[in-house]
Structures are given as structure tokens and as C-alpha cells.
């Protein structure tokens, strides 16, 4: 204990000798000039915008070399990613402003992406190669009356990269590292991850095309209780294909095309129970998904007109070895959904603007298991919303953004939802924002929460309100920059799994609160510092895997202009899980320590804007520590990789 306070101390000296008091997200965000997508769904400036918009950019991904999407994310303010310390193949839970997966919307180039055949709704992000990745915008707090169900603590919005303006322009790489855990340190090549790409303009048509393959070993997925147990190591392999294709019609038409295609093997072994016989090398599961869709764009003289649509069909199976026969027990689930989002920007005047839309939503599940079979004829529903927001800009400061949603569900008939969501910026001569919002949400439950062998037909949606209010600041230049804001969530009819072993809605009213503080000091041209602090706290019924304080800090030094050095910190606070105990039948509540990572990178470029090598070295200290109840976590891991465009 004594030796992690004194780790944590150094950090926090380190960081103040760099301006600890005066730094920002451990994302680098411009948090006055960028442009936005998110709160309107077109480009606003963020001075405009009643949100505190983190957005990660493609310069900050390539100081993030050797991460994965979850590790990226899992650095911004108030967003908890718990499983990206784990072995890959675990699935990741989504806390953001303690939620959870079904309340965080995920966006692929402004489609709302989901497995409909999944238990919470959500998308897998371990499906997507962060190397395919421009950049990213998290918007905390309700945003269903934009983008309707599900968008309850956050909605993650992911834009792919885009065509070279030159008529070819190649790209490829390849990452090897070691996967080993704090009481297994085996650092030969156990991690790899390669890629290729071309993409283009010619003309008035442009294209990408790129694959990516990653395949990782040596971690059991469950933790071997000493280091001679000889755990069999657990497999991940995804392969990911993606094209796109866009035409230039005229100056105000363009039309885009993308089809995605993803496969993931994966070993997993049982859940974690107690018992000592979790581990297993029979258990295997398969994952594909395709995904393809058409986004035009009209431009006129008094606004602008979109269309997003986009397909999905997701297939995954399982094999598993069954105790009772000595057998192999076979599963498998398959989804398809459909999405459509028309929407149109109408400029009335020089202050103010309108966005209307409509959203069509459709989706079923299909499963057979050895316990139950669910048909697609029986497994689906779909919403049709209407929706409107109007933004308003004035001249002396004052910003509103305001609107309503009307969703149209099959199964549950109609619902509205709303948002009033002021700001007023001083100006340059008191460069001070404040902001504010009152927004509510309309969680629906899964097809598997309705129809699977623990499913409820009875279920009624989840209900949110949220309310925030912040301030953001630039000083000296904008070389410093702050905010903060505060926020307060309520939650009706969560839904839970009861004693009976089924779905039911947790009776009574649930809270959630917290505060969110992000900094950043530009010392120099070369060094530059910046750091978040997350508080969050939740009533009991919420609280599983959720920590209190939360910190990341991280110090960028261009020491020349080729050679990058990052190092950065991460704090997780002691948090609540619990497990099935099979040795007493019964749900066994635990208390998970906290921890702490030191993880540092270097980057030189040998040939300029042509050739570019990394290394990085994560969990510097090897810290013992525990992610999630009776699975493994990572220790000290190194990473070496090379990138060469062409």
C-alpha cells in the first residue's frame, strides 16, 4: 500500500511540474475552435455548441500508437471502459456517468451501430480496427431527441478516414507486442496486428479500400490462481475488410457508398463461479458481421439535406463443452437491423436554424441453444421518430439549443422526449463559457431481454433525465484550457436480472451524479500536459464496476521533429462487482482495489512522412491487480510497430 502511495505521489509531482494544476483530458482537445458534429449533426462551431464535446483527433490517435479503440476511450473524461485490461476476448462493459452498455449509443460514420441479438442492444468495439479510425466525438449526457432509444449517458460518435485527395496513396503497418499477465511474464510475440490500405481521389469519384488482421494469445481469459496452474491460453483473431466509395455529382450532391465485413474467432472459458474449474480449451465462439449502407448529401442556398442508411447482419456461434454428458453443447445467434436517418438543416436567418428528421429503426434476433429456440418472426419490433431541434446563435453570446423527439416503438407505442440546452459565451475579453442542459432519454429493452428463455414480455422501457451545468475556460492564449462540469441523472424502471432468473424492472427511482474536470497546459511548442479527474457516484442499485474518482494524466514531449516521447498515468478507484458463487449457490458481493498504470511511448519517424517506428511499454510498474472478480489482468506488456506510406 505504502509503495503504490508513493507511486501515485511521484505521478501527481511529475504532473505538477508540468503545470499538474493547469492541464486537460488526457486526449488533447482544442476546446474553443474545433468544429462539431455531434449536438446538431452538422458541422458548429464548438464555441456554439451547449456541450462540452470531447473530441479525439487524428493527431491524437497517432500518439496513441499500440492502443486499441477501448484503451483510447477508456482516457477520456467520465467514460469507464472496464475489460481493456483483460485478455482481449472478454467482453467490454460500457460505464459512462454510471450507465451502462444499453444506455451509450455507438455511431459509425453517423449510423447508430448495435447486435440486436446481444443482451444489452450494444455494439462490440472490439469489432473495430482503431487503425480505420479519423476521429472520434463523445457527447456525455441524454441525447435521445437527436438520436432517439439508447442514447441515455452518452453517444460515441466514430468517423472513419477518408480518401487522400491524391489519386493513390498506400498505407501499411504491422504492431507485435507481448500479452502477459503481472505473475506470467513472458514477453515474446504474443500480440499482432497488421494492415493495409489505398485510397484515392480521381476525379469526381474517390475510394478506400483496407484490411486489417490482429491475433493474440497467451492470456487465460479466467485468472490461474498461481503461476503454475498452466491455464490453457485463450485465443483472439479478428480479420476486418472495408471499402468505400464516394461521387462528387455536382457542387451541391454527393454520394457515398461503404460495405464492412468482420470476423472474430475467439477460446473463452466459463464464468467465473469459484469453484477452480473455469478454465477450459473446448470453448469456442465465432463472430461475422456485414454491414454496408448509403449516405447522399444535398447542399442548397438556405441549408442542407442528409440521408444515413445503413444494414447490418451479425451471426455468432458457440461451442461449449458440457459438464453433465461430457459433450459439446452448440449455440448460435443472428440479427439483422435496419436504420434510416433523414434529416434536414433549414437556415432561417443568420442566428437561428432548424433541424428536422426522421429516424426508421428496425430489428429482430434469431437464436437456437440446447435450452430454447427464439424465431425472427417472433423477435422483433422496430420505431419510427419524428424529431425536431432548433439552434439558436446570437451575437452577444447567448446559444440555445432545443428540441423534441417523438418515438413511435411497435411494442410500446409512442413516447416523447426532450431537450432546452442554453450556453452563453463573455466573448474574447472574458474568454468564459457557460452551459447548461435539462434533457431526457427512452431506453428500450433488447429482444433478448423480451424473448430469450430469461427474457419478460412485460418489461417497460427505461425512463432518464438528466440535468448538467458547466463552465469552460481559455487563458493565456489558449494555451490554457478548462472545464468543468457537473452532472445529476435519474432512472426509472432500470432493468435488472431477478432471483428467478429473469429480466424484470428494478422498482423505484435510481441516481446518478458526478463531476467531470479536464485541463490542459501548453508549456511550449514541444511539451504539453494535461490531465481529467472523474467523481462519480451512484445509488446502490447501479453500483457494479463503476469507481468513485477516476484520474488520467499524460505529458507530450516533441523533442524533435521526428522524435515523440508520451508518458501517461492512469488511477482507478476501488469499485463494487459481484460473481455467482457455485460452491454456495449464491451471489457473492466484492470489493475490487484500486490501482494504478504508468505506461510510456516513444515515436521516431526515420523517413519523413514516409516511415515512422514506435515501442511502448504499458503497466511500467507490472502492478498485480484485479479488473473485473476471478479474471486475468495485464502486466507489464511491450509493444514495437512500424508504419510506411506509400
Do not use: W
Amino acid at each position: 500500500m505504502k509503495k503504490n502511495f508513493i507511486r501515485f505521489s511521484a505521478c501527481i509531482a511529475l504532473a505538477t511540474t508540468c503545470g499538474y494544476a493547469q492541464v486537460k483530458d488526457s486526449v488533447k482537445v482544442k476546446q474553443l475552435d474545433d468544429v462539431v458534429f455531434s449536438d446538431t449533426k452538422f458541422a458548429q462551431s464548438k464555441e456554439k455548441s451547449g456541450k462540452v464535446i470531447i473530441k479525439i483527433t487524428a493527431t491524437e490517435f497517432q500518439k496513441k500508437s499500440g492502443q486499441t479503440l477501448a484503451n483510447v476511450l477508456n482516457s477520456v473524461a467520465g467514460v469507464e471502459i472496464n475489460g481493456t485490461q483483460s485478455a482481449n476476448g472478454k467482453n467490454l462493459g460500457y460505464y459512462i456517468r454510471g450507465g451502462k452498455n444499453q444506455q451509450v449509443l455507438i455511431l459509425i460514420d453517423g449510423n447508430p451501430v448495435t447486435d440486436a441479438s446481444g443482451i444489452s442492444f450494444e455494439y462490440d468495439l472490439r469489432l473495430l480496427p482503431i487503425d480505420q479510425i479519423e476521429n472520434i466525438e463523445i457527447m456525455k449526457g441524454a441525447a435521445s431527441t437527436l438520436y432517439g432509444s439508447g442514447a441515455a449517458s452518452a453517444v460515441i460518435n466514430i468517423t472513419l478516414k477518408k480518401s487522400s485527395k491524391k489519386p493513390l496513396q498506400a498505407n501499411a503497418y504491422i504492431n507485435i507486442g507481448s500479452n502477459a499477465t503481472a505473475n506470467n511474464s513472458k514477453y515474446n510475440g504474443q500480440d499482432f496486428n497488421q494492415g493495409f490500405s489505398v485510397n484515392g481521389t480521381v476525379d469526381k469519384l474517390n475510394y478506400l479500400a483496407s484490411i486489417n488482421s490482429t491475433e493474440t494469445k497467451g492470456m487465460s481469459q479466467v485468472a490461474e490462481p498461481n503461476p503454475d496452474s498452466n491455464y490453457d491460453k485463450d485465443r483472439f483473431s479478428r480479420i476486418n475488410y472495408l471499402s468505400k466509395l464516394g461521387l462528387k455529382a455536382n457542387d451541391k450532391l454527393t454520394l457515398d457508398f461503404f460495405g464492412n465485413y468482420d470476423k472474430v474467432n475467439n477460446d473463452y472459458d466459463f464464468q467465473y463461479d469459484n469453484t477452480g474449474l473455469n478454465d477450459t480449451y473446448f470453448n469456442k465462439s465465432k463472430t461475422e458481421q456485414f454491414r454496408f449502407g448509403f449516405s447522399p448529401k444535398y447542399i442548397y442556398t438556405k441549408g442542407e439535406f442528409r440521408l444515413n442508411s445503413n444494414f447490418t447482419k451479425l451471426q455468432r456461434a458457440y461451442q461449449e463443452f458440457n459438464s453433465g454428458n461430457n459433450g459439446i453443447d452448440n449455440s448460435s445467434y443472428g440479427s439483422r437491423s435496419v436504420t434510416i436517418d433523414a434529416f434536414n438543416k433549414n437556415i432561417i436567418s443568420t442566428n437561428f436554424y432548424l433541424i428536422t428528421g426522421t429516424n426508421y429503426q428496425f430489428h429482430d434476433m434469431k437464436s437456437e441453444t440446447p435450452y430454447s429456440i427464439i424465431t425472427k418472426e417472433v423477435a422483433k419490433f422496430n420505431m419510427v421518430d419524428p424529431y425536431f431541434t432548433g439552434v439558436f446563435t446570437s451575437d452577444f453570446g447567448l446559444n440555445i439549443n432545443a428540441g423534441a423527439r417523438l418515438n413511435m416503438h411497435s411494442q410500446y407505442g409512442n413516447k416523447i422526449v426532450y431537450n432546452v440546452n442554453p450556453s452563453f459565451n463573455f466573448g474574447k475579453e472574458i474568454p468564459v463559457k457557460l452551459l447548461a442542459s435539462y434533457s431526457t432519454a427512452f431506453v428500450t429493452p433488447s429482444l433478448y431481454q423480451l424473448y430469450s428463455e430469461y427474457g419478460n414480455a412485460t418489461l417497460t422501457p427505461e425512463k432518464n433525465t438528466t440535468i448538467e451545468s458547466g463552465i469552460e475556460v481559455s487563458l493565456a492564449q489558449k494555451k490554457l484550457t478548462f472545464n468543468m462540469v457537473a452532472f445529476y441523472r435519474e432512472q426509472n424502471n432500470s432493468i435488472g436480472f431477478d432471483a428467478n432468473y429473469q429480466y424484470s424492472n428494478v422498482q423505484g427511482l435510481n441516481k446518478a451524479k458526478g463531476i467531470e474536470t479536464i485541463v490542459n497546459y501548453a508549456l511550449s511548442a514541444k511539451l504539453n500536459c494535461n490531465a481529467n479527474y472523474t467523481f462519480t457516484q451512484v445509488d446502490e442499485a447501479l453500483n457494479r464496476l463503476i469507481p468513485k474518482h477516476k484520474v488520467n494524466t499524460s505529458i507530450d514531449f516533441s523533442a524533435t521533429k521526428r522524435l515523440f516521447l508520451n508518458a501517461n498515468y492512469q488511477y482507478i478507484d476501488a469499485r463494487q462487482d459481484a460473481f455467482f458463487d457455485g460452491n454456495t449457490d449464491a451471489i457473492v458481493s466484492t470489493k475490487l482495489g484500486s490501482y494504478q498504470l504508468l505506461n510510456a511511448l516513444i515515436k521516431y519517424e526515420l523517413v519523413k512522412d514516409r516511415l515512422t517506428i514506435f515501442g511502448n511499454v504499458t503497466n511500467i510498474f507490472n502492478e498485480d491487480f484485479v479488473e473485473n472478480s476471478g479474471y486475468s489482468a495485464r502486466g507489464r506488456n511491450f509493444k514495437l510497430g512500424l508504419n510506411v506510406k506509400l
